[in-house]
């Protein structure tokens, strides 16, 4: 299998530690549902038969019937034998179109399109060269609950040899992603975490290049991998950032919020070690002994996450030093809660944030702000589903 960076040892690594040998039909963790969710389960996978024959019929290339490495249609789907597993995807499916059956079995049926035409059964075999896309992402260990954890870094590129050619870069970026999502087992680990490193990033980076590539990479991660983040950690960002997600934050979900984490560079080691752990991290990231010592000014409140009315969602606060102009961080959503609106965000939390956000310039006084269009700014924008209140990342 072709690599990138230090992605081989990580990926084979995870690979022996993560995938599951536990039987499809046990009972997993992840897979807590409430009865309204399971009705809707049950209701959308009678239908994956045909969903998967409506895939064939539009397709110009055959049909994998399968997503992530897991058969949706198995030979045998006995209540002894039923594979658990397919519910944990269609009930990602489902959330991303809040519970709507209908529009779920669209978005199913145009994924598996999408992944045969796009062919992602070859893909993880590609090789792309490392002096291009080595220090621009890779995954590297899991959190302390099993979750693989994949890096993005955006400052210092060369965008124009990056994300220049396009449908390279997206093939790339695309490999990535569908890699993490193969060391999950759907029984016990059903998402992954993000940690998107914004040092070096210039306020003068993002160029057209860079835009042209963000706006591809959101729309092809949101329609096709919804649901599967936990958590994304802004690292390392810089004061300016916080103008940036000051005004997006208007814009998102509480539930969208609540999978928030953003943190300054003096304080990204310490946090990134609570909630990944430290020695789940690459050597960059290890915080010293002074780092690992909270400040003591640290922010123990977590306004973003207070505002939520879900009972289930504690917030787990980053201590962030006050004295840097930076958002604060929010806390992370369950994918264990038994909260029967579950389905009610319609947020899709898939997407790599692009390279850097566009120049704002902060002013002394309150003087009028550039209008910053959301899908170009910190990888977020208004998702493309009907209600438009959900966030993509």
Known sequence: ???????????????????????????????SFTDAENELIAKLREQVPQIIEDAGNVSSVAIDPSI???????????????????????HKFLKARSGDIPLARQMLTNTLKWRAEFNIATLLDEEFPEDV?????????????????????YGSLDNKLVFGDLDRFLRWRVQLHERGM???????????????????VSVFGYDKFARAASKATVQLLSDNYPETLATKIFA??????ETVFNVICRLLSEETKRKFVVVSKASAPRVLAERIGEDNLPEKFRPSSAEK???????????LAAESSDPLAAPQTAHVDQNEAVAKPTSLHSHESNDES????????????????????????????????????????????EDKRGAQI
């Open 293 to 303: 010592e909270p400040s003591a000014a640290a922010d123990t409140t977590d306004p």
């Open 68 to 90: 992530w490495g897991v058969p949706l249609a198995p030979a045998s789907d006995s209540k002894e034998e039923r594979d658990l597993r397919v519910d944990v995807i269609l």
């Open 342 to 385: 579950s389905f009610a965000s319609n947020s899709q939390e898939d997407a790599v944030p692009p390279p850097p956000p566009p120049a704002v310039t902060a002013a002394p006084e309150l003087e009028p702000q550039p209008e910053v269009p959301v899908e170009e700014t910190a990888g977020m924008r208004l998702d493309d589903t």
């Open 236 to 241: 390392n960002v810089p004061g300016w950032g």
């Open 182 to 200: 193969r060391l999950l087992d759907f029984v016990n680990v059903a998402d992954m975490i993000q940690v998107h490193d914004y040092d070096g």
């Open 1 to 31: 299998m072709a690599t990138v960076g230090p992605t081989a040892t990580a990926i084979e690594t995870e690979a022996d530690v993560t995938t599951t040998t536990t039987p499809a039909a046990t009972l997993g963790t992840v897979q």
């Open 133 to 153: 896309f080595g220090n621009v992402g890779y995954i590297f260990g899991h959190d302390e609950q099993g979750r693989p954890v994949t890096y993005n870094f």
